[in-house]
């Protein structure tokens, strides 16, 4: 998934293509500068042209083995991590003290 946005405030569609596990090459104007850290793609800053057009061809040389151990290696975990302290911050935003509600 190839998004060199200028800018997002959350971007769902960059989320949803890594639950996919659809690697993502995005700008760094997105909270998901630490993606590479999950194997799950690259965020790059967009004045940095070049980088884009290496990972391309990188991806683009890729064989399907190799493309599958990129694959494999992804690590979507972290989204449930931040998921789960999303959901907590807006409790504590909602005065919401029981884990039941």
Not at 47 to 76: G, V
Request: charged share 20%.
């Amino acid at each position: 998934f190839f998004l060199p946005t200028l800018t997002e405030n959350f971007g769902h569609v960059i989320v949803e293509s890594i639950l996919q596990r659809c690697p993502v090459l995005i700008s760094d104007n997105t909270p998901w500068k630490n993606i590479e850290d999950f194997g799950c793609g690259y965020a790059i800053p967009l004045i940095e042209e070049q980088k884009f057009i290496d990972k391309i061809h990188e991806f683009s040389y890729f064989n399907q083995i190799q493309y599958n151990q990129f694959l494999y290696k992804m690590d979507i975990g972290f989204l449930l991590k931040y998921n789960d302290e999303i959901i907590k911050k807006y409790k504590y935003l909602f005065g919401i003290q029981n884990e039941n509600q």
